[in-house]
């Protein structure tokens, strides 16, 4: 069966991650890692695997991660408010990611239409 890749802006996980992304591997695989610093020392690992509609996402603190989750079935990842909401089809669930005051993930009803 096919599938449809990622749809995602870069200039919004920049602007949400205040960071340049690192590739993994070379760029036109469209495997890409963010990893940012919030408050608290919190760290947040965002990685994505773009034609394999795959992200994980995982909080790190000091020396242990206290989250981590793959997140399969992706097709599209915006901006959600403060936040930013990883689309999944056949779930009932997104999750989202907010980054004020300090990183956290919840998941929200399923409110992508791509």
Avoid at 45 to 55: K, P, T
């Amino acid at each position: 069966m096919y599938k449809h890749h990622i749809k995602y802006d870069e200039h919004e996980l920049l602007e949400f991650f205040k960071e340049l992304p690192i590739f993994i591997g070379l760029e036109e695989a469209q495997e890409f890692t963010y990893s940012s610093k919030g408050g608290n020392d919190v760290r947040i690992i965002f990685s994505a695997s773009v034609y394999e509609n795959r992200c994980k996402i995982g909080l790190y603190l000091h020396e242990g991660w206290i989250f981590e989750t793959t997140i399969e079935n992706v097709n599209a990842i915006r901006t959600h408010g403060d936040g930013l909401r990883i689309c999944q089809s056949g779930h009932p669930n997104d999750y989202v990611i907010y980054n004020k005051p300090n990183f956290f993930i919840v998941t929200t009803d399923n409110e992508c239409i791509t």
